[in-house]
């Protein structure tokens, strides 16, 4: 006999029918021995219709009451599901947040879970009954015991925390999907559904999941070892496994608060290769990356920083034992990669072969500007300069030079609290899993909501881009890739880089005030900012240490003439700015190259 925690959406508890039909697949999994937690929503599109009812009363209402009113919603449906059981003859017994002891930060309408005590649930389910609990709310851990809920979609969360608190042997998600997909259906018709995904691989395609799966539920998830799966509420259809290592007996203090970054990870193997002034147009990454791979080269991180005039520079790091071969292959493509115009040089190589790579990784990263700021002031106070950034959703990596690394290992892990001893020299997080039976790209994303700034001419000196990304997230600004170009320009006398990132749309006016306001004491040039692009990564475990799939990507790209501006790469994601009208071509291209395509037709609501 198993404990199963099962969590349905608003959809899935929409009306009285789909409450009782909910109910009547509780029963079945409690007649195959089971003992259920049930974790819903609040019914369809209750939680829209609260706040529209108090935005009609105030422009600007108060977060505590916005909290009682909108936690009123799951106890509605958490009230009728109870029933429903009762009426199968099926004990049953609805409890709130607050009964079943999910403590949170006194934060209204975004608070974090810190504890759970679910003693209560542990002792409803050995009287046999099932414990129906209301999600996306909790109770502060104030003496005042203020209702608190967890931010839009937060039911998820609830689940996967209550499933981490109880030892749950599995999480189900019913949702009105069948699944994970490989991509957006809806731009992409012919995606399809995977059997499994890791929660590593899920989070790096948050821009993709967010709407199947709120992206803190995966983290609770990853941390806690937990087994979820996300599945249809409509079928019988086993759904896609969300998987993760295990990880054993991590206390349930500080839940969602306690590691924003789990890990810090060194690799002293890295040596640097990059090519300057290659000409900006379609199929140039393509040309290099493609020579790499039929050398059987394994690249690790790639860079392709912005255009200056009408040229690119792109850099790529390799194992050292790879670097004279990869060096050859740049070297012998350079003198054909002259640009149009004739007055410009040709591309130029240069290598740097004794480099380390830190990065630190944690789920707990997403949302929280301030960690990827944190390490770049980190890496400033010991004094080591940052010659390369690249950063994903759930690690930043910065390229340095070899003898700086055991500084920066050792800043990073007082920093953020990470014992040394627990130190991944790995490059990759992920080597508890085996990546031989991993595909190389699981599935493809689209972000339309981004756009990129640049900062040119930043002194090239330690600190700059601390000071720069502590102050956009001083103010709330999530930054998402982050790329510092490889050439150094002079200006009166000072060597300077550029540094370009994007940003949420919604950010740009706030992005850029910032930046403005500190241009005169920080000492950098323009700002430049471009809202049209889009970003188009693949993410995958099993191309970690697998030549060509950078390549395979820029070729896909290349063969539909799409200009790639900038390149950011981590482990297991490659991600590509192109202009935001070719976005939907470029997942498409990407798509397909890499396989995704079935011809199995996924119906998903509009
Ligand atoms: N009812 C809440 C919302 O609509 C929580 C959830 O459905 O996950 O955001
Ligand atoms: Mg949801």
Redesign the pocket.
Known sequence: MSLIVQKY??TSVGTVERIQAVAKRVQQTVAQGHSVVVVV??MG????GLVKLAQDISAQPSRREMDML?ST??QVSIALLSMALQELGQPAISLTGAQVGIVTEAEHTRARILNIAPERVERCLLDGKVVVVA??QGISNSTDLEIT??????????AVALAAALRADVCEIYTDVPGILTTDPRLVPDAQLMDEITCDEMLELASLGAKVL?PRAVEIARNYGVMLVVRSSWTDEPGTRVVSPFKEGRSLEGLEIAHPVDAVELDTNQAKVALLRVPDHPGIAARLFGEIALQDLDVDLVIQSIHEGNTNDIAFTVTQSSLKQAEAVAEAIAPSLRSHDAALDEAEVMVQAQMAKVSIAGAGMIGRPGVAAQMFTTLAKAGVNIQMISTSEVKVSCAIARDDCDRAVEALCAAFHIASSTLDASPSSTSALPDADFPPVRGAALDRNQARLAVRSVPDRPGMAAQIFTRLANHGVSVDMIIQSQRCRLLDGTATRDIAFTVAQSDIEMAQTVLKNDQAELGYGEVLVDPAIAKVSVVGMGMVHRPGVAAKMFQALARQGINIQMIATSEIKISCLVSEDEGVQALQAVHAAFGLSGSQRIQVPA
């Open positions: 959406g608003g929503s609040a599109k209750t939680t829209d909108l919603g799951e999600g996306f809920t967890l931010g839009r979609g937060g039911s998820d969360t609830s709120h």
